[in-house]
């Protein structure tokens, strides 16, 4: 079999913690029990292309209702690139997104790339540095404590779908810890910090505003005590950026946010540090 005979087909969970090992390996620092989480948002969204049976590349494309998708884990081996594997793969996973809008956390080299295929700039997800530690303030609550429906409506207002069987998946992660802030029955903001590869890494942090954002950062932090801590701060939301700077975070990483097919409706203002560079 000739090397442009790149066979796509649907991972396994199994596949998925290889992909995330590779991501590992592109320095993206995944979370350490993030594979059971991503499976759960979409099973059939994850794509890996092989040769002769040997897995060489991998993509995601993650449908969520309604009319959302994102793609992301976008790796071929190193040894296989320059071959056209990445371009089938591509197509495999747009293919697979058809009409819906579709998200992407890009890096920026490749931004010009994206657009000749329908992308286009929303606006920059900064990575932010720190390192954690510090008391925790009060009025906080841990997450499980909290109805899953109120997490899931509250969750609804800052990303543009539905994600129940992720999220379920992603607060209870063994390595994780999830706070809220309530007001009465409602929440006015949430955030989850999980541990990874390097330190630990916050995302997502929704929260109404900017008090509630920094009793939630703070909160999750005092979780970390000297470890370095990550949160990927939207450029669209000056509040957010700012809560990195009283934080002393440095900029580590960037990458484009874009869109194909429009732009889905969601409260950046809420949006402090987004989910995952992989599911949006």
Request: net charge neutral; with cysteine; aromatic share 10%.
């Amino acid at each position: 079999m000739g090397d442009t005979a790149l066979a796509v087909r649907r991972m396994t969970e199994a596949d998925l913690a290889l992909a995330l090992e590779w991501a590992a390996a592109e320095g993206w620092n995944p979370g350490l029990d993030d594979a059971r989480s991503f499976y759960a948002a979409d099973p059939d969204g994850f794509l890996l292309g092989e040769l002769d049976r040997r897995p060489v590349g991998s993509v995601s494309a993650v449908r969520y209702r309604p009319g959302f998708g994102f793609l992301g884990l976008y790796i071929v081996k190193p040894e296989f690139r320059g071959r056209g594997f990445g371009l089938e793969l591509w197509r495999a996973a747009l293919d697979r997104l058809g009409g819906r809008i579709v998200g992407l956390d890009g890096v920026v080299a490749q931004q010009e790339n994206y657009v000749k295929s329908g992308f286009k700039l929303a606006f920059r997800n900064i990575r932010q540095r720190g390192v954690g530690g510090g008391a925790a303030r009060p009025g906080l609550v841990d997450l499980a404590a909290v109805s899953f429906d109120e997490i899931a409506r509250y969750d609804r207002t800052a990303f543009p779908a539905p994600r129940a069987d992720f999220l379920k998946a992603w607060i209870a992660e063994p390595q994780a810890h999830a706070l809220g802030v309530m007001d009465g029955r409602s929440l006015k903001g949430y955030g989850v910090l999980r541990a990874c590869r390097e330190g630990f890494k916050i995302g997502p942090l929704f929260a109404d505003g900017a008090e509630i954002a920094e009793r939630l950062f703070q909160g999750l932090i005092s979780r970390a005590p000297g470890a370095a801590v990550f949160l990927d701060t939207p450029e669209a939301n000056p509040a957010a950026l700012a809560l990195a700077g009283r934080h002393d975070m440095a900029p580590v990483f960037e990458t484009a946010r874009m869109y194909k097919n429009g732009i889905p409706e969601m409260r950046l203002d809420r949006c402090f540090g987004v989910t995952t560079f992989e599911l949006g």
